[in-house]
């Protein structure tokens, strides 16, 4: 047996003073730890001194196991045991590590939190815009009879200023619901149930008038008491916080417009002055009306569509009273007799479904928004509490001190909050000013050779000296309404939240602000459409069906992305949270504003047209007031809703409002 080369030895021999380095640091490992190691047991390999190698084949073995012995990671380099700690300079000078930010995960409607709550507020928004667009089927026809030899002209006018009264009293009234909703005597749910409760009062009333002089003083009543959209939007802000949520969250109210929108027209078209449209049911000699007739149905023939509005409001009302929470943080904790007499209602109601069976409650892991452990944070407690009587366990549960200081009233018009506003009032000016004008424009008599209006109008020369509507009756007029709810619920579920949250909240905003001219530029010349039928019978057939539908759509897509997007917008320009109902309740003020001078010149200038045999003008000078909202779009920039900390808010706070905002950028 050949003796060890030297340099063998020596390399054997540095190797064995590498490893003893590592085995006396301060993180070092114990002999058997490297000995497990399956790299670092060489083959037929005995590491030590003054050990002799049995032949040649060994000491190649030994050279190709020293080429590999050194870099291997798992060996020298071992994060749990081998590494070494760095010095205070290498800590000072080393890198922290870069973490490639996560592409965030699309949200869905399932993935939407309170569930049950968005229900009930969903609920009641519906029955608003239901009840509202109900009128539009038969609001001209209504006027009329109550003074048949007015022109189409003068009911224009009074379809205007009918529709005007309603957002009107509004304006007068909204910021005073924003601030009572914001105040512990008040609260978000109180708030709500008047409008509710105001709204069916004033459908009732308004369906019962015998005047125009009465039918205004009832949508006034009506407005008056009505602060509810500003008050749902707060409540959606407060129930779901994380703004990942809210393209989806706060899309839930124009899906309930469009939605009424749908039900609405047809209800009210169907229903509407049914002893003339049902003769055979409710007339004279008929099933339900005997010899003289339905006598109330002949005497106020629109009040069976209003007592239909106002069952669905008083529904809601009921829903709001036995099963929504108050999101108000102030009033949380209160005790709230409607939500217990709900709940035991709920719990008989099971007990009678399966009065022998036992059942459980499934956990969904959600807690509700005035549950102590979902409003504080508290994560765990000492199980031992939960032997303890319920007052003293209550008791023991963590609280945080609640901040009581509010924003003062100065500090909330920032730059972003004032550009918002503007910006959404040119927004419901327009829109507004649509839905007053599209019904009329529908309804209003079609242009007649044989009997021009005005007489001195004796034909039609493009592009601009035109007039005449489409004479449609309510049932037709509720299916042209109908097809623009068709339209915008269908965008809502099926393109909204994609383009959303490829493009942005405020990008998909200023996007679909220039699709309302257009809309407005091409709706006066449906009216000059080929129809089936000669004047004075209501224009139809195909082309003119396919040219509503056109129209329509335009409008649809513009109002399905700005709505939505303009109440985040509203929402997330408030400075602070505590003064984020009187946010929302100058937004309904402005709107409110915006549509009550909208229908009410859009009225006046419809009117004037028609005198004038330019039926176009008013739809053209919508489309320019539509240009300018586009401008001053580009002034607003979506806020993290607080922007403003005041003492006693700690970093903490500012840090998580921050996080909080930055995550749902990336989401949307």
Not at 94 to 119: E, I, T
Not at 145 to 158: G, H, M, Y
Not at 391 to 418: G, S
Request: charged letters at 20%.
């Amino acid at each position: 047996m050949q003796p060890t080369s030297p340099t063998l030895k020596n390399d054997a021999s540095s190797i064995d003073d590498t490893l003893t380095q590592h085995f006396s640091a301060r993180e070092g490992i114990a002999l058997q730890d490297f000995a497990d190691s399956e790299s670092a047991r060489p083959r037929n390999l005995t590491v030590g001194p003054g050990r002799d190698y049995d032949d040649e084949s060994d000491n190649e073995d030994l050279r190709s196991e020293e080429k590999t012995l050194l870099p291997q990671p798992d060996l020298l380099q071992r994060p749990s045991s081998i590494d070494r700690r760095l010095s205070y300079v290498e800590e000072d000078e080393a890198r922290p590590p870069v973490s490639l930010p996560r592409k965030p995960k699309l949200v869905s409607w399932s993935d939407l939190p309170h569930k049950g709550q968005l229900a009930i507020l969903t609920m009641a928004r519906l029955s608003e815009p239901l009840t509202q667009t109900s009128l539009q089927a038969y609001m001209f026809y209504q006027l009329k009879s109550f003074n048949p030899s007015l022109p189409d002209s003068t009911i224009a006018s009074q379809a205007g200023i009918l529709q005007g009264s309603f957002t009107a009293s509004q304006f007068f009234t909204a910021i005073l619901w924003g601030r009572a909703s914001d105040a512990d005597w008040g609260g978000r749910k109180k708030v709500l149930l008047i409008g509710l409760l105001g709204t069916c009062i004033s459908c009732v009333g308004f369906g019962f008038s015998r005047s125009f002089v009465q039918a205004v003083m009832f949508r006034t009543l009506g407005g008056a008491l009505n602060g509810n959209v500003g008050v749902m939007r707060t409540m959606i802000s407060e129930i779901v916080k994380e703004k990942k949520f809210q393209a989806r969250a706060f899309l839930l109210l124009p899906m309930c417009f469009n939605i009424g929108v749908i039900i609405g027209p047809v209800l009210g078209g169907i229903l509407a002055n049914p002893v003339e449209n049902y003769p055979s049911v409710f007339g004279e000699n008929s099933l339900l009306g005997g010899k003289q007739g339905v006598w109330w149905l002949k005497h106020w023939p629109y009040a069976l569509p209003n007592l239909l509005s106002a069952l669905f409001l008083f529904v809601s009302a009921v829903g709001v009273i036995f099963g929504l929470e108050e999101t108000l943080d102030s009033l949380r904790d209160r005790p709230d007799l409607g939500l217990r007499v709900g709940k035991y209602m709920a719990n008989l109601f099971r007990r009678l479904l399966r009065p022998r069976s036992h059942h459980y409650t499934a956990v969904t892991g959600e807690e509700p928004i005035n549950s102590p452990i979902r409003s504080f944070g508290v994560e765990s407690f000492d199980l031992g509490t939960l032997h303890r009587p319920p007052n003293e366990r209550r008791a023991n549960i963590p609280r945080p001190q609640k901040l009581k200081r509010k924003l003062p009233f100065r500090r909330i018009w920032t730059r972003n909050v004032l550009f918002n506003l503007l910006t959404h009032a040119f927004l419901s000016f327009h829109v507004g000013t649509f839905q007053n004008l599209w019904f009329i424009f529908l309804s209003t008599s079609r242009f007649d050779p044989s009997h021009p209006i005005p007489p001195s109008h004796t034909t039609q020369r493009l592009p601009f000296s035109f007039t005449g509507g489409l004479g449609m009756r309510p049932r037709s007029v509720g299916l042209a309404m109908a097809v623009l709810g068709v339209f915008g619920i269908s965008l809502q579920i099926l393109v909204y939240p994609t383009v959303n949250q490829r493009f942005g909240t405020l990008r998909s905003y200023r996007w679909s602000l220039l699709l309302f001219p257009l809309a407005y530029c091409l709706a006066p010349y449906l009216s000059l459409v080929p129809s089936s039928k000669d004047p004075p019978a209501q224009a139809s057939g195909f082309l003119v069906w396919m040219a509503l539908a056109g129209v329509l759509l335009i409008q649809v897509i513009a109002r399905t992305f700005a709505l939505p997007a303009a109440i985040i917008l509203i929402n997330n320009c408030s400075p602070h949270p505590s003064v984020l109902g009187t946010i929302h309740g100058f937004g309904s003020t402005v709107s409110s504003l915006s549509r009550s001078v909208g229908p009410i010149l859009g009225g006046w200038g419809f009117g004037f047209g028609l005198r004038k045999g330019v039926v176009g003008g008013v739809w053209w000078a919508l489309a320019a007031v539509a240009a300018l909202g586009w401008v001053a779009s580009g002034l607003v920039y979506e806020g993290s809703g607080h922007e403003i900390f005041l003492e006693g808010e700690t970093a903490e706070d500012r840090g998580k409002e921050v996080e909080n905002w930055e995550e749902g950028n990336r989401a949307s």
